[in-house]
């Protein structure tokens, strides 16, 4: 158990809704990662978000958007959901930005 | 452009025997390099990392070693083992690439008994 909590861990939705995923990092740490697995390729960086801030942006679409809140948990929403939004997201946290990465289970989005 | 690749999709090994794991960056930026393993549905775990300033760390089972000039890093496992079998993941950070971490797209190894 890594510490990182995602939610939901499954989640089946048409084409053109919205969902939003949730992430609470591990306890005390202020940075959180988002990225996109896409069928068996590598992990996309999405966003990176620090005490609050966005820190980094990757390649994350205009539809999507994520913030971190007060209490350090962060949401990722994604709009206008289309085929190949289809993927596994995961979320990750360290305590200052560097060193390693804590990823959660990840939350596996079906979009039909 | 893919920064950092893992050329190799899928590797077999039998049990018992060394895994080696490669993987190429191109950003000379990068200055600490980690490994992740991933089983199927579950998140990447961390296995090992290091710093530019070193050229091998080793943890156990696991041996990371990097060649600065190639650009090059390879990830050791002996003795392989059946629960070794995942999809192994390279990453690589910077300072000046804004605390971020790029991944490569995997290597998948299969340890076979």
């Known amino acids: 158990d890594s510490g990182v909590t995602q939610t939901p861990k499954h989640l089946i939705t048409a084409t053109g809704q919205r969902v939003t995923l949730r992430c609470s990092p591990r306890s005390g740490d202020l940075s959180v990662y988002w990225y996109q697995q896409s069928l068996d390729q590598g992990l996309q960086f999405l966003i990176q978000y620090y005490n609050g801030e966005e820190r980094a942006k990757g390649n994350i679409l205009e539809r999507f958007s994520a913030q971190q809140f007060p209490d350090l948990h962060s949401e990722l929403n994604l709009s206008s959901l289309e085929l190949g939004d289809s993927a596994l997201y995961f979320c990750?946290?360290?305590?200052?930005?560097?060193?390693?990465?804590?990823f959660g289970e990840g939350s596996r989005l079906t979009v039909l | 452009d893919q920064q950092v690749k893992q050329n190799s999709p899928s590797l077999s090994v039998q049990e018992g025997r060394i895994s080696i794991l490669n993987c190429d960056y191109t950003?000379?930026?990068?200055?600490?390099f980690l490994w992740y393993k991933k089983y199927p549905a579950e998140g990447p775990t961390f296995l090992i990392s290091i710093s530019s300033i070193k050229d091998k760390n080793e943890d156990g089972r696991f041996t990371v070693f990097l060649n600065k000039s190639a650009k090059h890093l390879s990830l050791h496992i002996v003795p392989s083992q059946p629960g070794d079998s995942a999809v192994y993941f390279c990453?690589?950070?910077?300072?000046?690439?804004?605390?971020?971490?790029?991944f490569g797209p995997g290597t998948r190894l299969s340890v076979l008994p």
């Open positions: 990750a946290s360290t305590p200052n930005g560097r060193g390693e990465l804590f």
């Open positions: 950003n000379s930026m990068f200055d600490y």
């Open positions: 990453a690589a950070s910077g300072d000046n690439y804004g605390q971020n971490f790029v």
